[in-house]
């Protein structure tokens, strides 16, 4: 006769252990409460391994050699250098620690916490079960564990060997061709990134413009810096169909039109993990994610959601935000989470960042709408630096007259977005924004005079 094992009873049992988990972990050290953390796979989650980390870097490796192209105009004569892959995906590797996740693991053990490594399941919304292990919470369960990628049902291609993101930014080899679907921020990225090392880029966007999470002006700005990669931007033509060609593939277009290359890589969205706890009796949004409450991010009585699996959105810093405010109400604080002023950055050349709403998504709202706009490119920095052609879109409430959006596309748009993350949150008065001192020839110095505009239309 099997006897089954009686479940382990602790505080807290968090299914993930990604940076919301990691967050949580490090939020509760100290408080006195137990807490067990189920990770699959490696412990920090996705981005360290196989997106955030890994993709910027490679990106960063094509910008260093795009620089020493701009040295031809700007400091040299002659300029000369061998694309070295290989010295490339090494430094991504290790960048990405090498997939080995021994450090943060012993990092998230020092908190206290107890780390079960394995496939968690769960059972009831009090426990977790993992292997032939259950583990009940007295207190809560948080779900936090993530996201992957999205395949779409396409004829053909689960005939084919397609990449995701963690093909793509953790790379071995660098294809002659590499077709891309999905014109989002991943799709993008990783398309440059390929195409500064000498690949063959193509992106395929089944929608009507690319980036379509940003204001329509941000893609317009962005294209000629991707084309002047070498790079084919297809909008507005679907993907109906791929089958192999050769050692490579072929994509089959809504309009006739096909594409052929080497590889494929499918940037087409992401999806909860939800094979882990979507059989509990917890509701999910009609994009499948775990619904929760935005504020108190709570899913369930005793069930707390955390980061990407909750939809709101799919950063890095909100997830471990959302770790912050969960482990402070696990500790008895009434935190709220609040989603104001959620900053984005795709870290294209030049990057595009983008903060609160966009100005059809304020009109939408019933806001009383102003914008300015300017381009970057044409202040005394942009001229200092070389860049031309990029945007700046400032979204403002007349009623309230303060700021509620704001897209960049400029070189070092995530770092002078700082501010108006700030503005955005705080409510600031845009006679305020309008007299701040920017300094000179920095980019935000750009930010003056737009503002400066934006303030007076609201008067």
Not at 66 to 72: D, M, T
Not at 264 to 291: I, S
Not at 402 to 418: D, H, Q
Not at 423 to 437: H, Q, R
Request: overall charge negative; hydrophobic content about 45%; charged content about 25%.
């Amino acid at each position: 006769m099997e006897v089954q094992k009686l479940p382990q009873e602790v505080d807290v049992v968090c299914l993930g252990g990604g940076v919301a988990g990691e967050a949580i972990a490090h939020g509760l050290e100290g408080s006195g409460l137990s807490l067990v953390v189920v990770e699959r796979e490696l412990v920090g989650g996705e981005c360290p391994y196989w997106g955030c980390v890994p993709s910027k870097t490679f990106l960063r490796s094509g910008e260093t050699l795009i620089e020493a192209l701009r040295a031809r105009t700007l400091a040299a004569s002659r300029v000369e250098w061998d694309v070295d892959f290989a010295k490339i995906s090494k430094r991504v590797f290790w960048m990405a620690r090498d997939l080995d996740d021994s450090r943060p693991a012993a990092a998230l053990q020092a908190t206290g916490a107890q780390l079960v490594r394995g496939e968690g399941r769960l059972v009831d919304l009090r426990t977790v079960e993992v292997g032939e292990e259950r583990f009940t919470a007295r207190k809560a369960v948080v779900i936090a564990n993530g996201g992957t990628a999205a395949i779409p049902p396409i004829p053909g291609l689960d005939t084919v060997e397609y990449w995701t993101n963690r093909h793509a930014a953790t790379p071995r080899e660098r294809p002659d061709t590499l077709a891309v679907l999905g014109g989002g921020a991943i799709g993008v990225e990783l398309g440059q990134a390929f195409a500064r090392v000498g690949t063959n880029v193509t992106v395929i966007e089944a929608g009507a413009r690319f980036l379509g999470l940003e204001e329509p002006e941000a893609g317009a700005a962005l294209l000629p810096h991707l084309e002047m990669d070498g790079i084919t931007v297809m909008v507005g033509d679907a993907c109906t169909g791929v089958e192999k060609a050769g050692n490579g593939v072929s994509v089959s277009l809504r309009s006739g039109a096909s594409v052929q290359a080497d590889r494929l890589l499918v940037a087409t969205g992401r999806r909860a993990n939800f094979e882990a706890w979507h059989g509990a009796g917890l509701t999910r949004t009609e994009r499948g994610w775990l619904k929760v409450d935005p504020d108190t991010l709570e899913a369930h009585v005793g069930v707390l959601g955390a980061g990407d699996v909750t939809g709101i959105g799919g950063f890095t810093h909100l997830a471990y935000y959302h770790g912050q405010i969960v482990a402070r109400r696990l500790r008895g604080e009434d935190a709220r989470a609040d989603h104001t002023a959620v900053p984005r950055v795709t870290f294209t050349d030049p990057e595009v960042a983008s903060v609160g709403l966009s100005e059809a998504a304020a009109r939408e709202r019933g806001l009383d709408v102003v914008t300015a706009s300017t381009d970057p490119g044409e202040a005394a920095r942009g001229y200092i630096h070389d860049f031309h052609g990029g945007m700046i879109k400032l979204v403002g409430d007349r009623g309230r007259k303060v700021l509620v959006g704001a897209t960049l596309v400029t070189p070092r748009a995530g770092e002078i977005l700082g501010e108006l993350i700030l503005a955005v949150k705080a409510g600031t008065p845009l006679s305020t924004l309008g007299d701040v001192i920017h300094p000179y020839p920095a980019f935000n110095r750009v930010l003056g005079a737009v503002l400066q505009e934006l303030a007076s239309k609201a008067a």
